[in-house]
Structures are given as C-alpha cells and as structure tokens.
C-alpha cells in the first residue's frame, strides 16, 4: 500500500487513540505543556488587543508555542482539504438519512448538510439556532468549564485531575441531551 492510501484511509482506534494519547507524555516530558485548543483564542486576543482588559495582561509569548499547534492543525486541515479529499458522497446510515429526511435534510453529498450549514440557512431560525447561538453557548461553556474537551478529556483525565472528569461528564451529558432531545426539536423548526 503507498503512503497516501494508507494516510487518507480512516485509522483503527488501536491506533489513533494510542498516538493521541502519547501527546499527554510528550508535551509533559518535552516542555512541561499541556494540550488545549480554546486557550489559543485568549492568547490571540492577549497579543492584538492593546485595551488594558485584566484578563488579557499576562505573558502570552510564554505560550506562543500553542499558537505554532493551532496554526499547525489549520494548515495541516488545509492541506487534508485540498489533497486528501474524498471526492465520493459521505456515507451516512441508512437509518440516519431517513431520520434527516423526516427534517427536510437530503443532501449527503458534503461533510455539512447544506440545508443546515449555509448562509441561505443561517438566515433560517434553525439556521441562527444552531449556527450562531449553538457557537455561543459551545463558547461560553468552555470559557466557563475551563478548557474544552481536548484540554479536558485528554490531558486533564490522563493527568488525573478531578475537574476535568467532571466537566467531560457535563460535555458527554449535554452532548447526549442535545443530540437526543434539542437537536430532533431544532430540526423540525420550519
């Protein structure tokens, strides 16, 4: 098998779970770091906002190292975009896509279901739900818990803090609770 077969195909979780889990060890034994994405958000804004807010007065080039990983995981999705795509429809349950039909959502021929992720849908009620208002409170929440689920699940639990197994739980149950309970009610907004 050539390289790029073997890179674009989905990868058995015996090995993926194992090398997303050696990061936590890495980033310790490296540079005593831990893995988190949304911190990179404060630091950014540490960096461009001159206003004497307190909560952005800290030594962000410390961590401008996270800066480096966020700007790594955008190219390196820019890249898997522009080479690595498949260009087949994405494969969805049977048992989903009638589900989705029910709603009014048909076409499967994208990561995105254009009826919910368009601008034409973001003028929707649903649209503006589940964009702009799910965006907030997704953002609130990891403002609030602390760190999100990569900074949590992964390198709080392995690192055996008791917060982060709490709010994992509190990330597992709401996402439980949306997509079982909101989401159907969401999706039959007209």
Same mark, same amino acid.
């Given at each position: 098998?050539?390289?790029?077969?073997? %890179?674009?195909?989905?990868?058995?979780?015996?090995?993926?779970?194992?090398? %997303?889990?050696?990061?936590?060890?890495?980033?310790?034994?490296?540079?005593?770091?831990?893995?988190? %994405?949304?911190?990179?958000? *404060?630091?950014?804004?540490?960096?461009?906002?001159?206003? !004497?807010?307190?909560? $952005?007065?800290?030594?962000?080039? *410390?961590?401008?190292?996270?800066?480096?990983?966020?700007?790594?995981?955008?190219?390196?999705?820019?890249?898997?975009?522009?080479?690595?795509?498949?260009?087949?429809?994405?494969?969805?349950?049977?048992?989903?896509?009638?589900?989705? *039909?029910?709603? !009014?959502?048909?076409?499967?021929?994208?990561?995105?279901?254009?009826?919910?992720?368009?601008?034409?849908?973001?003028?929707?009620?649903?649209?503006?739900?589940?964009?702009?208002?799910?965006? $907030?409170?997704?953002? $609130?929440?990891? *403002?609030?818990?602390?760190?999100?689920?990569?900074?949590?699940?992964?390198?709080?639990?392995?690192?055996?803090?008791?917060?982060?197994?709490?709010?994992?739980?509190?990330?597992?149950?709401?996402?439980?609770?949306?997509?079982?309970?909101?989401?159907?009610? %969401?999706?039959?907004?007209?």
């Amino acid at each position: 098998m050539n390289f790029y077969a073997w %890179i674009t195909q989905p990868w058995p979780w015996y090995v993926a779970g194992p090398v %997303i889990g050696l990061t936590v060890p890495a980033l310790l034994l490296l540079g005593n770091k831990s893995l988190g %994405i949304s911190s990179t958000l *404060r630091h950014i804004c540490a960096a461009c906002i001159p206003a !004497g807010i307190p909560f $952005f007065k800290y030594n962000w080039k *410390r961590e401008a190292w996270n800066l480096f990983f966020v700007g790594g995981i955008l190219a390196g999705g820019a890249v898997a975009a522009l080479l690595m795509a498949n260009p087949h429809p994405v494969e969805v349950h049977p048992k989903l896509a009638a589900e989705l *039909r029910e709603y !009014g959502v048909t076409n499967f021929e994208h990561q995105l279901p254009s009826e919910l992720f368009s601008w034409k849908a973001l003028l929707s009620v649903k649209g503006f739900i589940m964009m702009v208002l799910g965006g $907030f409170l997704i953002g $609130f929440g990891t *403002r609030y818990a602390g760190g999100c689920t990569s900074g949590h699940a992964i390198m709080g639990i392995s690192s055996l803090q008791w917060p982060s197994v709490v709010a994992t739980c509190c990330f597992m149950a709401g996402g439980f609770f949306m997509a079982n309970l909101l989401l159907p009610l %969401i999706l039959s907004l007209k």
